[in-house]
């Protein structure tokens, strides 16, 4: 690990960058529109946890009107910005990421999904009406939750469980605990000094809920962790979308899907804007394996609900893994 001389650079971690030609071209790509899909996707999740989606079905206009509104946001004076902040959880961060000592080189916003967010702090920096904002993430969240459940019912089929819903069913329910995601790298040129090395972004973590969907603009940065151990770059695509298995996801098929553990790292030049939907179920929901995925063996976990892994999660660090403490013995 080398640290930047820079007083402010102190609490970052410094890894291998992503140059286009380490970039890894084995991510498994979906077609949604293609009726065998089901079967690549279980594979997908299988063997990465992680896969990209074309054909999604996702309006241009949702993600380009949201992408602007993002855009201007951040790229107002840092003590604007604050006003809508500190993310307790949500609102916006600059730098520190949840509440025990995490940092990167990022600031985001994090909004609850739930209609009865208030939107009046971000409207009021960006001098427009909450319903304005309101509805440019409402329209962006609602087709990518629809997307998110249709690959989830496909999954359902994929691995013969009926019925297809019981995965979606915990994103459309009214109380489903989701959350959205706005992160922007800012490009550090200090890191320009150092030929072989880069910044962390936001650090390695696995997602606590049930599936993420991510879509960012054409800056790479994101990286996962293969099975072999091997951190490889996915190149940036702004017209898919990348899906992550999600830590509930990997105990409610007991352990056959396991959730993808990934980072992003900060780029010298180019600012990367993403933005992530985080499907997770309702708080008092229980969270174990389905028994027909069980096959007659025993559940790797032990029961519990959302509401605890939640309560469990947001005592961690971003790197722990934070299932171990849900495993049995
Ligand atoms: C990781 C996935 C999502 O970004 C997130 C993150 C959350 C936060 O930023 O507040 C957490 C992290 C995430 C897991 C452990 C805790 C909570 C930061 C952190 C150190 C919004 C989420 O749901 O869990």
Not at 58 to 85: C, D, H, N, R, Y
Not at 116 to 125: G, H
Not at 175 to 181: C, E, G, Q, Y
């Amino acid at each position: 690990m080398v640290v930047l001389s820079k007083p402010a650079m102190e609490h970052f971690s410094i890894v291998n960058n992503c140059k286009s030609s380490s970039f890894f071209n084995g991510v498994p790509l979906i077609d949604l529109s293609k009726p065998d899909s089901k079967n690549l996707i279980v594979k997908a999740c299988e063997e990465f946890g992680f896969f990209k989606v074309i054909n999604h079905g996702v309006p241009t206009e949702f993600i380009t009107k949201l992408e602007s509104e993002a855009i201007k946001f951040f790229s107002f004076p840092l003590s604007e910005k604050q006003k809508a902040g500190p993310p307790d959880p949500f609102g916006y961060g600059n730098k520190k990421i949840g509440p025990n000592g995490d940092f990167g080189w990022v600031e985001y916003i994090l909004v609850s999904t739930n209609s009865e967010f208030n939107y009046q702090k971000f409207a009021s920096i960006l001098g427009v009406n909450p319903e304005t904002i309101r509805t440019a993430v409402n329209d962006y969240v609602s087709a990518v939750k629809k997307m998110a459940c249709e690959i989830l019912e496909m999954l359902a089929e994929g691995l013969n469980i009926h019925p297809r819903n019981v995965f979606s069913k915990l994103l459309m329910d009214e109380k489903s605990d989701s959350v959205f995601r706005l992160n922007h790298y800012p490009p550090c040129p200090e890191i320009q000094q150092l030929s072989d090395n880069n910044l962390i972004g936001f650090g390695e973590h696995t997602d606590p809920q049930i599936i993420s969907v991510l879509r960012s603009n054409n800056t790479c940065g994101l990286q996962i962790l293969l099975k072999n151990g091997h951190w490889i770059s996915v190149p940036p695509d702004p017209n898919s979308f990348f899906i992550n298995v999600g830590d509930s996801l990997q105990v409610m098929t007991n352990g056959r899907f396991k959730s993808v553990r990934h980072r992003v790292l900060a780029n010298s030049v180019k600012s990367r804007l993403s933005m992530i939907f985080f499907g997770g179920p309702p708080l008092s929901e229980k969270i174990a394996p389905l028994a027909s995925l069980m096959e007659g063996g025993e559940s790797l976990y032990k029961e519990f609900t959302w509401f605890e892994y939640k309560k469990s999660a947001y005592k961690t660090r971003l790197a722990d893994n934070r299932l171990v403490l849900f495993e049995k013995v």
